[in-house]
């Protein structure tokens, strides 16, 4: 379905039942919702758990936010590892109002909130601006925007495919070869999927379409944002920092950054992940995320109980 929100149109889809908690995701970089496997979609379904997903502004099918000129990315990035300003048509900031707005679309006042890559920086923000909104924090193979280079810089190849322009627009098979061979690249090591079964996958989020000036302004937009460790120390949800020890295009170290700026948070580093959501860690990924929503609505069940010491702050 289609819902009006920050003054933009976005693609979205929930499932499960309306009274249970809420779980958002927020998927990366040119990615649409889709994105997000349907197993582990369904994984947390059957944990009881409430889970909408939306394509992003200037992916699927969301708003595009059109920019008076093209800018050139390998400039941006220059200028953003000096620490020096990125001009971007909007930031990480207006996402996450993106990502409000979804909730207020559908009258949820908080959520659990899930992030992948640049939709678990999106989520930081979130977190870290509008507190009231989020119950819970899980940022998965995501960043704190620490330029630092050994933080920021994923392996040479990993940043080469990701670069790289697509080659026919509109080509649904075209467009599912690219994402094969990015996959290929940036996926999990330790848990290769099978190639038919993540033909078809690849198939459904190329269908939901591909746009390289969106996933430009997208990147942009990250550039743009620069450092949010400062940020970071705000955030008060409990938090989930998942990330896979052979990242190739965000470095574990990032992960571990995140966390270390988090207050509280938990860490959880993955042998052999890589940079997205291989089948065989769906499960545990799925499990890991609701175990931690559990907790989170316990804790905040416990502190607005009468009487208990934080009840005024839940």
């Known amino acids: 379905m289609q819902v ?3 003054g933009l149109t976005f693609d979205v889809e929930q499932r499960g039942e309306r009274t249970a908690p809420a779980v958002l995701l927020i998927m990366g970089l040119a990615m649409p919702a889709a994105a997000w496997p349907d197993e582990f ?13 939306f394509d992003n502004r200037d992916c699927g099918g969301s708003s595009r936010v059109r920019s008076v000129r093209r800018q050139n990315l390998q400039l941006a990035l220059t200028r953003a590892l000096f620490r020096l300003p990125v001009h971007a048509p909007y930031a990480l900031e207006d996402m996450a109002r993106d990502a409000a707005g979804v909730l207020d679309a559908l009258a949820i006042a908080r959520a659990h909130i899930v992030g992948a890559s640049m939709g678990g920086m999106i989520a930081q923000v979130l977190a870290a601006r509008m507190p009231q909104r989020v119950a819970s924090l899980t940022s998965i193979m995501s960043s704190s925007g620490n330029p630092s280079p050994r933080v920021a810089l994923g392996r040479p190849r990993a940043l080469r495919v990701l670069l790289q322009r697509p080659g026919r ?3 649904i098979e075209a ?6 061979h990015v996959f290929g690249v940036i ?10 079964a993540l033909r078809e996958h690849m198939r459904r989020v190329a269908r939901r379409g591909f746009d390289p000036a969106g996933a430009e302004r997208q990147l942009l937009a990250i550039l743009a944002s620069g450092d949010r460790r400062e940020l970071l120390a705000h955030i008060k949800a409990p938090t989930l920092v998942i990330h896979g020890a052979n990242d190739p295009l965000v470095p574990v170290a990032a992960g571990i950054d995140t966390a270390r700026h988090i207050r509280g948070a938990q860490l959880m580093i993955i042998p052999g992940m890589g940079h997205d959501f291989a089948p065989s860690l769906q499960p545990m990924l799925a499990d890991s995320i609701a175990a931690h929503v559990r907790r989170a609505s316990i804790a905040r069940e416990t502190d607005a109980a009468p009487g208990a010491p934080n009840a005024a702050l839940a």
Not at 41 to 53: E, M, N, P, S, Y
Not at 175 to 180: I, K
Not at 187 to 196: I, M, T
């Open 169 to 171: 627009i509109g080509d």
């Open 41 to 53: 979609i369904d994984r947390l379904l059957g944990h009881g758990l409430r889970v909408i997903r």
């Open 4 to 6: 009006a929100a920050n």
């Open 187 to 196: 996926g999990s090591p330790g848990f290769r999927a099978e190639p038919q």
């Open 175 to 180: 467009a599912t070869e690219r994402l094969m």
